[in-house]
């Protein structure tokens, strides 16, 4: 457990000492929360359209902000397998469950302080413009982003260990466009139908984000728990999958 | 006991040899130098002997422990500071030593100690708040050895130590290796002829992934018939070359 919190412990620090980290997972998101706040505002009432109404939006957005958690555990991990930090790592007892321990745990850490902090910025917000939003959904929302951040963790780790700096970065672009769209953080993908749902169904993203609205909402209907339960589906395989790459690949490192 | 032992080691790679059937022997305590040109092995040989690379053949032993059969017993003995800097850039010179004593599973009391020990050892007091990616070469390089120290292994694996740096950076590590002489035993590679000579208690000269000569300078010289270190090196990689093109 000492190698895994020392590990973890640095792994963090690495990530909060890092200006960009900021401006990606906080300073990013909460502006598309104030312009997309603004988008609403200008809609006109009868148009009908709710997708960007803050009581949504927070949801959303702090689906959004996770995404960039994802890129940073890429990133973080890409790095220091292309420099000699981990080689000399791997020279001390630690083994490949420490270092895998040790990336997960403070990408984790730092996902629930990100989620957290949007969430209440999207509170103040809703204040602001006079929308109301339930503080104790807004916290069970946090609770329903949980499957979601070991998703956006895990996809971190398995793109970070199979790709370099320059690489992982790029793909990790793609989960977050794909995942912003698909998941409907930015239209209202259940009004769209056809085609466009069925693949919003199929993948995770989507189901991560209703999951989180539907908390905000208070609504634990049947359909929360699917929800729940398919993106805690694609966090397990994801999260089994990562480390079984990570695994293969410190064994090939040594090789 | 020795405190490496290596049989027939030999690392190929898909085209390449890049260790041939090694046999070497460093004795407790001692301060042994693999020297060599670039691609001759060294770092090879190094890697396979800190269980970073999985020999192809033959055998090798740390301490009496097989990197093979017990790569765990091995790295809890020996530490490493490999050619690149390899420092957390974003921690400072405390923490990063820190970092590693909770590798190490070191107790608090245990662990404010052998820090003040290293920042002492490597008179890194006035850069012990600064984070390491602000640090120069030489620092960041005193550092590297010191985390690898810290960890108070038995065998220390020094790989291109001052390559890169200034003379009196070079010098001022230099100082720091001469320190830990006959307290532990350091595996240095090199292709510094220069700091071979002036650290080094046996020399290796590592040609095409062999030793093509070992011993002490003096012994060295005796057999090439050559003054100093480089000319000695020179006179054997000669003889070597034209032994190997027969």
């Keep these: 457990m000492n190698k895994i919190n020392a590990f973890a412990k640095r792994n963090f ?190 993948l995770p993203f989507f189901h991560g984000v209703k999951a989180a609205r539907m908390a905000c909402a208070l609504d634990f209907s049947g359909d929360f728990f699917i929800h729940l339960a398919i993106t805690a589906g694609y966090a397990l395989v994801v999260l089994v999958l990562s480390i079984v790459v990570f695994k293969n690949k410190m064994r090939a490192d040594l090789k | 006991m020795n405190a490496i032992e290596t049989r027939k080691l030999t690392k190929r790679y898909k085209t390449k040899t890049a260790v041939s059937e090694l046999d070497l022997t460093v004795n407790e305590g001692e301060l042994f130098a693999l020297l060599g040109v670039n691609g001759a092995g060294k770092t090879t040989t190094v890697r396979m002997l800190s269980c970073l690379s999985e020999p192809t053949s033959g055998e090798c032993f740390v301490c009496g422990k097989s990197c093979i059969k017990e790569p765990q017993a091995v790295k809890e003995i020996i530490d490493i500071s490999p050619q690149d800097t390899a420092v957390a850039d974003n921690l400072t010179v405390f923490e990063n030593l820190r970092l590693i004593c909770g590798i190490y599973g070191y107790s608090k009391e245990k662990t404010t100690a052998k820090i003040e020990e290293m920042i002492t050892l490597f008179n890194m007091d006035e850069v012990r708040n600064s984070r390491s990616k602000t640090l120069s070469g030489g620092w960041k390089r005193k550092l590297s050895i010191a985390m690898a120290l810290i960890s108070e292994p038995k065998v220390l694996f020094l790989d291109e130590p001052t390559l890169g740096l200034d003379v009196l950076a070079r010098r001022d590590l230099w100082s720091v290796v001469e320190e830990l002489k006959g307290k532990i035993t350091i595996v240095l590679t090199t292709h510094h002829m220069e700091e071979a000579e002036h650290l080094a208690d046996r020399i290796a000269i590592m040609l095409e992934g062999q030793i093509a000569a070992l011993g002490t300078l003096a012994e060295l010289e005796e057999l090439s018939g050559k003054q100093g270190l480089e000319e000695s090196f020179v006179a054997i990689a000669e003889k070597y070359g034209k032994k190997a093109a027969r």
Excluded: H, W
């Design chain 1, 13 to 202: 620090l690495e990530i909060i000492r890092d200006p960009l980290s900021y401006i990606f997972c906080l300073g990013f998101p909460l502006v598309m929360l104030v312009v997309m706040t603004l988008v609403n505002e200008s809609i006109p009432a009868e148009a009908g359209m709710t997708v960007f109404r803050i009581d949504n939006l927070a949801g959303g957005i702090a689906f959004f902000g996770l995404t960039f958690v994802m890129l940073f555990t890429s990133l973080s991990i890409a790095k220091d397998r292309s420099g000699a930090f981990l080689v000399r790592l791997y020279a001390t007892p630690m083994k490949s469950g420490d270092f895998i321990a040790g990336y997960i745990l403070p990408m984790g850490i730092l996902a629930v302080i990100q989620v957290v902090i949007s969430l209440i910025f999207s509170y103040i917000v809703s204040l602001i413009v006079g929308v109301s939003i339930n503080p104790l959904g807004l916290l069970l929302a946090v609770v329903a982003l949980l499957p979601t951040m070991i998703l956006l963790v895990s996809f971190g780790l398995f793109f970070g260990t199979l790709f370099n700096e320059k690489s992982a970065p790029g793909l990790c672009s793609i989960i977050i466009s794909l995942g912003s769209f698909l998941g409907g953080v930015f239209f209202d993908a259940e009004s769209t139908g056809g085609v466009l749902l069925n693949i919003c169904n199929v």
